[in-house]
């Protein structure tokens, strides 16, 4: 076994035990944090370093930066209206009306990211097997959606969301091994000057879509947001700032390294190639991503599954259930799943959230100007969040993998 193997295990085993200790668990600020933390460094997490690095070579990290740069922009929003509702100041019709389209919206996202979820389920879930049909993994994934939809039908996410924190622990705790792993590459490859400098492939206007339609990838804060059952708005404002603080850290840290140590004909831009990419790194890796992968992706499609569920009935004042909203849920996961490859469901998702950003961008401008009685120094910011997510919307575009 050699040193690096040792090492990044070790730092997957400190990680775990320190994350499933009894006091961090049962700390509120830290369960409030580790919700929207554990939804931004989701799947995306293993998706978003290669294609980053395929797309925009040495410039990834500055790519990398823009997008934790507008998630925290849009979660700025988001906090605002947070407060803003806290504050139980009248709120106008206008305000009330975006806060139903948003609801709306944020429902249909979460049918758009379960079939993403469990397309990188059924491409993780059949990475180690050698099995190389690209229908094997989209039947996978289609037998997982239908047991959640089922599961979900017949009430059975119960049993299921319990697993869901040890899932996130076990999912933090592999990303530590994996950034071990990644800086003792690295240091290795700076040292015998064999570290790379790989030019942009999609540049200008094609380059600025398709970081567009990464957005989805650094989603996921915006769950703090719907936590009010369990934690006051002071604490979902700071731990929703920390959890973005937090990931952005993560993610630069993780992409800085990965940029600069594969050249170009060791990227094989698939749904799957970081788990070929770290069996150069290290060979423990790539089980222990698998690992982390399948439980993120299923654990995080049971989380969407459910908040879509319970936002339609909701916003349709109980007009349409959770079960209905399972089966639509399920329908417009089987036709993604195969209309679709998994990079062309991350652009779509990524649209989807748009839209909810957009809407939340727009109450809080509306929000602002009602408090003041007009505009603010924040209504240029709100105005441009607004334009750029709609930009998102209409242009934003995915990458072409190696199967589109």
């Given amino acids: 076994m050699t040193t690096s193997t040792i090492l990044v295990l070790l730092a997957t085993l400190m990680g775990l035990g320190l994350l499933l200790l009894p006091r961090l668990r049962t700390w509120s600020g830290w369960r409030a944090t580790v919700t929207p933390l554990a939804s931004i460094i989701g799947s995306g997490f ?29 979660g700025y929003a988001i906090r605002v209206n947070i407060a803003r509702i806290a504050s139980q100041q009248p709120r106008s019709r206008a305000e009330a009306w975006m806060e139903h389209a948003a609801s709306w919206a944020l429902a249909f996202a979460y049918c758009i990211s379960v079939a993403y979820y469990l397309n990188l389920f059924g491409a993780f879930g059949l990475s180690l097997s050698g099995l190389s049909n690209p229908l094997y993994p ?6 997982v959606l239908l047991f959640i939809v089922s599961s979900g039908m017949f009430g059975g996410f119960s049993t299921m969301e319990k697993m869901e924190q040890f899932a996130v622990s076990l999912k ?83 992409v800085s390294l990965l940029s600069y140590i594969f050249p170009p004909e060791q990227l094989a831009l698939e749904e799957t190639a970081i788990v070929d990419m770290m069996k150069i790194v290290a060979p423990v890796l790539p089980p222990l991503l698998v690992a982390a ?61 748009a839209i909810y950003y957009a809407i939340q961008s727009a109450i809080a401008l509306t929000g602002d100007w009602k408090k003041a009685g007009g505009l603010t120094w924040r209504s240029p910011v709100f105005a441009t969040l607004i334009g750029l997510a709609v930009l998102i919307v209409l242009f934003g575009r995915s990458v072409e993998g190696n199967g589109a």
């Fill in 138 to 143: 989209k039947i996978l994934t289609s037998c």
């Fill in 46 to 74: 293993l998706v978003l370093g290669p294609i980053l690095d395929d797309s925009y070579g040495k410039h990834a990290p500055l790519v990398m930066l823009g997008l934790c740069g507008v998630a925290y922009a849009f």
């Fill in 293 to 353: 992968a399948l439980s993120a992706q299923f654990s995080a499609a049971v989380a969407d599954a459910s908040g879509a569920g319970g936002l339609a009935q909701e916003v349709s004042r109980g007009r349409i259930s959770p079960k209905q909203t399972y089966l639509i849920l399920g329908i417009i996961g089987a036709l993604l799943t195969w209309g679709a490859d998994v990079f062309q469901i991350i652009a779509y998702a990524s649209k989807a959230f």
């Fill in 172 to 254: 933090l705790a592999i990303i530590a091994g994996l950034l071990v792993g990644l800086g003792l590459y690295f240091r290795e490859q700076a040292a015998s000057g064999a570290l790379v400098a790989n030019p942009m492939t999609d540049t200008g206007w094609h380059g600025v879509a398709v970081a567009f339609g990464l957005i989805v990838t650094v989603q996921g804060f915006e769950t703090s947001r719907y936590l009010s059952d369990e934690y006051d708005a002071r604490l979902r404002i700071r731990s929703m700032r920390w959890a973005q603080i937090i990931s952005a850290i993560i993610y630069m840290i993780y």
